[in-house]
């Protein structure tokens, strides 16, 4: 029970620093904002301040900041603009700088050379990708985009060990959210990106044939041996 809870406060974390990318590109390049959740479902907490209402949900396994559609004297999500990449894209940055930043602190408190440590540290996680890149399957089999070995993710006897947990697994909700899926940011970046290139049209039909070739990718890899 306590490895559950030493896991699920970890991941809550690491949507909270996931979703707090987004708030702060969003206030940042003025846009109006409705809504900063973590969680999905009924609320169990809510408070308004400066017009921005700010809830817990029942649900924590993932979490959302809401735009105004439109907002005098502020940006328009909907509307065509690069700055949307930005917004939708900080999210998974801000997983990859928490990643980073726990890799490091590790390094640090057992006193390795930070350099060698982290040259090896990308040897070895490339080596770990290997898999996913060169096979498809392995990540419907898996679950995750980077294998977690067990001992780290349930293993919560120190400092240490919890490092490993924040790294990797803010690793993992940084690939998830990059891939082309509508519900993911990876989807909103590349429909934000053709939107820009393209009219309003073309780019629907674009975006829609995108989404609808990457499902038939990975039905051919869950259902073709």
Not at 33 to 60: A, D, N, V
Not at 86 to 102: K, Y
Not at 123 to 147: C, H, R, S
Not at 169 to 185: E, K, R, V
């Amino acid at each position: 029970m306590t490895n559950f809870l030493s896991n699920l406060c970890i991941i809550i974390i690491s949507i909270i620093v996931h979703e707090t990318g987004h708030f702060l590109a969003a206030k940042l390049l003025n846009y109006g904002i409705k809504e900063y959740s973590i969680g999905f479902g009924p609320k169990i907490f809510q408070k308004e301040k400066k017009g921005i209402l700010y809830t817990i949900r029942l649900i924590q396994l993932g979490g959302y900041v809401s735009l105004q559609d439109s907002c005098e004297g502020k940006r328009d999500i909907t509307k065509p603009d690069a700055t949307n990449i930005i917004i939708h894209s900080m999210g998974i940055i801000f997983n990859f700088i928490l990643a980073i930043l726990a890799l490091t602190l590790r390094y640090l408190l057992k006193g390795i050379n930070l350099g060698g440590a982290l040259n090896g540290s990308i040897f070895a996680f490339i080596q770990t990708l290997k898999p996913v890149l060169f096979n498809f399957e392995y990540f419907i089999n898996n679950g995750f985009i980077v294998n977690i070995p067990e001992n780290l993710l349930w293993a919560f006897n120190d400092i240490d060990q919890i490092l490993i947990s924040v790294f990797w697994i803010n690793l993992n909700i940084g690939f998830l959210n990059s891939l082309p899926i509508p519900i993911f940011d990876g989807g909103r970046v590349i429909s934000d990106a053709i939107e820009l290139m393209l009219e309003e049209k073309t780019a629907k039909k674009v975006i829609n044939a995108i989404y609808v070739l990457f499902i038939i990718v990975v039905g051919i890899f869950m259902f073709v041996k």
